[in-house]
């Protein structure tokens, strides 16, 4: 079946550019994760939906990063007025569920890239 | 202040032979532990899982081991193949409502024929 899907792939933004990636999740599952994966580090947490609610955004650097999944599948991470230290991959993941035992899945990711 | 560590950042192992990856983590509350392996330009890939009521779990050629006491966690390879050769992340989650999981920075492996 489909896997997590991410669009685009690649994006390349200047510095004070707004941009939006796109998550699609594995259909009918319940939990939606983003997460940033700077170059060389492992991938950080940033926020969490359980299906259109968004319960957790305690990883979120600032009020520049806003995240929605209107209902409760398709989620877009924005990040407005880009800076270069917001250059890293974005990754979606989801799983099935809500507990901590569900197998997160994840997408390919997006690579921003701020000039 | 990071919470899982991998302090190997590469690990260099013939084919046919055990790989041996090592992971540590200062918080007491984590109660569920993953590996994922990583392929350039792809997204994580789920590998092996271990509850904190197990110390061991096995899957094919892979086997995961918890030392709780220790605060370590340790991912067998055996044997390794060329396929294997990835980076792979420890993460953890505490489960207490709380799914995020929480990554190392990655062991990049490279089995070498």
């Known amino acids: 079946g489909a896997g997590v899907s991410q669009s685009p792939r690649y994006k390349v933004a200047k510095r004070g550019q707004d941009v939006a990636l796109r998550c699609d999740p594995i259909?009918?599952?319940?939990?939606l994760f983003w997460y940033q994966q700077a170059l060389g580090q492992g991938p950080e947490f940033l926020t969490y939906?359980?299906?259109?609610?968004?319960?957790?955004k305690s990883g979120l650097p600032s009020d520049r990063f806003f995240a929605e999944r209107p209902e409760g599948s398709v989620s877009t991470l924005k990040i407005q007025r880009t800076q270069q230290e917001d250059s890293a991959v974005y990754l979606c993941?989801?799983?099935?569920?809500?507990?901590?035992?569900?197998?997160?899945?994840f997408g390919p990711g997006t690579r921003l890239t701020v000039l | 202040d990071q919470q899982v560590k991998q302090n190997s950042p590469s690990l260099s192992v013939q084919e046919g032979r055990i790989s041996i990856l090592n992971c540590d983590y200062t918080n007491s509350m984590f109660d569920y532990f993953l590996w994922y392996k990583k392929y350039p330009a792809e997204g994580p890939t789920f590998l092996i899982s271990i509850s904190s009521i197990k110390d061991k779990n096995e899957d094919g050629r892979f086997t995961v081991f918890l030392n709780k006491s220790a605060k370590h966690l340790s991912l067998h390879i055996v044997p390794s193949q060329p396929g294997d050769s990835a980076v792979y992340f420890c993460?953890?989650?505490?489960?207490?409502?709380?799914?995020?999981?929480?990554f190392g920075q990655g062991t990049r492996l490279t089995i070498n024929p």
């Open positions: 993460a953890a989650s505490d489960g207490q409502g709380a799914q995020k999981l929480v």
């Open positions: 939906f359980q299906n259109e609610a968004q319960l957790d």
């Open positions: 259909s009918g599952h319940v939990s």
């Open positions: 993941a989801s799983s099935l569920a809500v507990l901590n035992t569900d197998t997160q899945y």
